[in-house]
């Protein structure tokens, strides 16, 4: 029998702080990611830039994506900038965030 409930996720705070009990609410996930909108976020770190178009290469002989948008984080250790995450939302119906080094 499969267990079709929603995951539970727990949010961990590296810094050490509690960030409490709130719901999460997952974002919903398409069916099929045929023809979809693929945005990569390359957060700046070597290499990071060659993994994502890798990846985005193998998932596109599968998928058919009808475009892949690139967007590339100012820093490594901040997070995206409010209008690279406002493109990521125009431009994209999935998102793969990468991790060089």
């Known amino acids: 029998m499969t267990d079709l409930t929603p995951a539970t996720l727990q949010l961990v705070d590296p810094t050490g702080e509690d960030p409490g009990s709130r719901p999460l609410t997952l974002a919903p996930r ?20 060659v993994i994502l178009r890798a990846i985005s290469r193998i998932l596109n002989e599968e998928f058919e994506f009808a475009d ?34």
């Open 30 to 49: 398409p069916v099929d990611l045929r023809g979809k909108r693929l945005g990569l976020l390359d957060n700046s770190k070597a290499n990071s830039d």
């Open 68 to 101: 892949v948008f690139y967007f590339k984080k100012h820093s490594a250790s901040l997070p995206p900038r409010p209008e690279v995450v406002a493109e990521l939302h125009r431009h994209a119906d999935m998102v793969i965030a990468g991790v060089g080094d």
